[in-house]
């Protein structure tokens, strides 16, 4: 079976604007015989070449406007929005902080520290005293020189085991008192709050 598709099957797969430049080719006169190409004037095929270069030069630059111009109004809308959200925010925040005053003398039930309702929860989670990892690349150097337990071995890899690297730094804080400068270690030391941290988690 022939894979050649007729004109109209072609007409068919072409877009509006491939049309359009279906047309704009014809205009050239391109001959198609080689011989009738052979008999014209020297020059004459970077001529029409140069006029489908033209118009291929005058598409991308009205591509490239349609980018700018995409651009500017996406950056529009982002500030449009940015300014919204920036306000909405500020209301929550508001209303965040009243939830937390109201909340440190709420009579929660049941000895519990938290309240779920209709339209969200509100409370206080204990926290724990621990160390967080904070910057991986420097907490693997900390533990490389001060505690060569915390880091094993993989094939032609070093992988930091956080959890023997933090209960160790722990450990230590627990016995010097001294705490770690996080910018230097990459190491978190989060305080114990028995009274516990607040938070407020909207939504049914």
Not at 66 to 92: C, K, P, Q, T
Not at 133 to 150: F, L, M, N, S, T
């Amino acid at each position: 079976m022939s894979e050649e598709i007729t004109v109209a099957e072609l007409d068919s797969i072409l877009t509006l604007e491939g049309i359009e430049e279906s047309k704009f080719f014809d205009s050239l006169e391109i001959p198609t015989d080689v011989e009738e190409q052979a008999s014209q004037a020297p020059g004459w095929m970077d001529a029409k070449l140069d006029q489908i270069l033209e118009r291929m030069t005058a598409i991308g630059d009205e591509v490239a406007q349609n980018d700018a111009a995409r651009g500017a109004r996406v950056a529009m809308i982002e500030d449009h929005f940015a300014g919204e959200n920036y306000s909405l925010e500020r209301r929550w925040d508001y209303l965040e902080d009243q939830v937390r005053r109201l909340a440190f003398g709420y009579p929660f039930p049941g000895g519990k520290k938290s309240r779920k309702l209709a339209f969200g929860s509100f409370g206080f989670r204990k926290v724990a005293e621990k160390v967080r990892v904070a910057d991986r690349d420097k907490a693997e150097g900390y533990a490389g020189e001060h505690c060569p337990a915390a880091i094993e071995l993989v094939p032609s890899t070093t992988k930091l085991v956080a959890n023997t690297l933090t209960a160790s730094v722990l450990a230590e804080i627990r016995s010097t008192g001294e705490i770690p400068d996080q910018d230097e270690t990459g190491l978190e030391y989060i305080e114990a709050d028995e009274r516990g941290m607040f938070f407020v988690k909207t939504g049914t």
